[in-house]
């Protein structure tokens, strides 16, 4: 999909990749680009429209839509890509171990609120004969985040959920994007090279941005802005057995 002269939506955009694709967007020509995020600081983002958006409650995604819609005309691309990185825990002690808390909010950031996304934009993309979601996961999403089981858990879900959107709503002209960066220079993980995400280094937030409207540009499903990614996938896959030992391996050298 050309992105210019397109109206389109960035959650999490207050900061970091979000913020990244609101300035990706607009250099490329899009028409409108609003900026949604939790954070009332989205209001010093860039964009053409800001909004306080807690994605984790449909009813504000779905105001969202109406307000956007009703200002700036039909919205063309959705980037679903807010999402938080919790329960991370390198003693290892139980990978079930993180609070009640983080795992219920992994769930409603990294899962559910793609699934809000959906439930706004689908029947409206219906309507107008076809619209776009990106919808930001992670590597962790095809691989496994070592210490983090809220975060590798719900990115597996979201790459699920984004699969199966993309299947579903084909014929109705829905396409659908599933970014998944390894390790990106944000809040979220810092610069730190000892973060297991780190391992094949750390990526800046635009190149990620770059990469990931060059693939909703191409119609590509699966955007790897790091390209060993792909060759650990497709690793997995060939010798699952191999690879869980592999990781189990690799773990130890993070252990504190
Ligand atoms: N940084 C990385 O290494 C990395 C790697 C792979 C994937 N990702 C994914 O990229 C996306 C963006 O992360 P980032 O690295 O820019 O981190 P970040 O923490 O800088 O940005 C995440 C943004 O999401 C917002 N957010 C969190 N909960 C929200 C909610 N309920 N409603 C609305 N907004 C909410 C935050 O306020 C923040 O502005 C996330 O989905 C993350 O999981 C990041």
Redesign the pocket.
């Known amino acids: 999909m050309d992105v210019s002269g397109k109206t389109v939506v960035v959650?999490?955009?207050?900061?970091?990749?979000?913020?990244?694709l609101v300035n990706e967007l607009r250099a490329r020509g899009a028409a409108h680009v609003a900026a949604?995020?939790?954070?009332e600081s989205?209001h010093d983002t860039p964009a053409d429209s800001r909004h306080v958006?807690?994605?984790?409650?449909a009813a504000q995604v779905e105001a969202l839509a109406v307000e956007v819609e009703d200002k700036h005309g039909p919205i063309s691309l959705f980037c679903s890509?807010?999402?938080?990185?919790n329960g991370l825990d390198l003693s290892f002690e139980n990978a079930g171990g993180a609070s009640a808390e983080d795992w219920a909010l992994s769930w409603?950031?990294?899962v559910m609120?793609h699934v809000n996304a959906a439930n706004a934009m689908v029947p409206r993309y219906k309507a107008q004969g076809g619209g776009y979601f990106l919808n930001?996961?992670?590597?962790?999403g095809l691989l496994t985040l070592i210490g983090s089981a809220p975060?590798s858990v719900t990115?597996h879900a979201?790459l699920g959920f984004a699969e199966n959107l993309a299947i579903t709503h084909r014929d109705d002209g829905i396409r659908v994007s599933a970014?998944?960066?390894?390790?990106?220079?944000?809040?979220?993980?810092g610069d730190d090279p000892n973060n297991p995400?780190a391992m094949d280094g750390?990526i800046s937030?635009e190149d990620?941005a770059k990469a990931a409207i060059d693939g909703v540009e191409a119609e590509r499903f699966l955007i790897l802005p790091h390209p060993n990614v792909d060759e650990y996938f497709r690793a997995k896959a060939a010798n699952y057995e191999r690879w869980i030992g592999g990781m189990a391996k690799m773990q130890r050298q993070f252990k504190v």
């Open positions: 959650t999490g955009a207050a900061r970091g990749i979000g913020l990244a949604t995020d939790i954070l989205v958006c807690d994605v984790t409650d890509n807010a999402g938080v990185l409603n950031v990294n609120a930001t996961a992670s590597a962790a975060y990115k979201a970014l998944c960066p390894q390790a990106v220079n944000t809040a979220m993980i995400a750390i937030a990620v």
